[in-house]
Nanobody, 114 residues
Framework: QVQLVESGGGLVAAGGSLRLSCAAS????????MGWYRQAPGKQRELVAT???????SYAESVKGRFSISRDNAKDTVFLQMSSLKPEDTAVYYC????????WGQGTQVTVSS
């Protein structure tokens, strides 16, 4: 059974930082492209960042220079370091794993107060 379990969300003031973690189980983590998506109330889900199995990251324009994605294949975990947070970053953040199939976590709430 595949599980992606996010943690690290919460309430933070604008300009602050949070680090999200996603622990994977039930997959060969090292071969998967891992990613983070987010969905704000009333908006479509959007891609935030991905990292390939080779460790190459990519980012949405809206978070470039503020967010950093990384992975620890020894711990089957992917991270999203978020800095200089803005109120518009408020959303539920979802971890994803993509290879032959796509898997999603249950999401973690990030709220940035102005």
């Amino acid at each position: 059974q595949v599980q992606l379990v996010e943690s690290g969300g919460g309430l933070v003031a604008a300009g602050g930082s949070l680090r999200l973690s996603c622990a994977a189980s039930g997959i060969s983590f090292s071969i998967y492209t891992m990613g983070w998506y987010r969905q704000a109330p009333g908006k479509q889900r959007e891609l935030v960042a991905t990292i390939t199995r080779g460790g190459r990251p990519s980012y949405a324009e809206s978070v470039k220079g503020r967010f950093s994605i990384s992975r620890d294949n020894a711990k089957d975990t992917v991270f999203l370091q978020m800095s200089s947070l803005k109120p518009e970053d408020t959303a539920v953040y979802y971890c994803t794993a993509h290879y032959a199939s796509d898997y999603w976590g249950q999401g973690t709430q990030v709220t940035v107060s102005s």
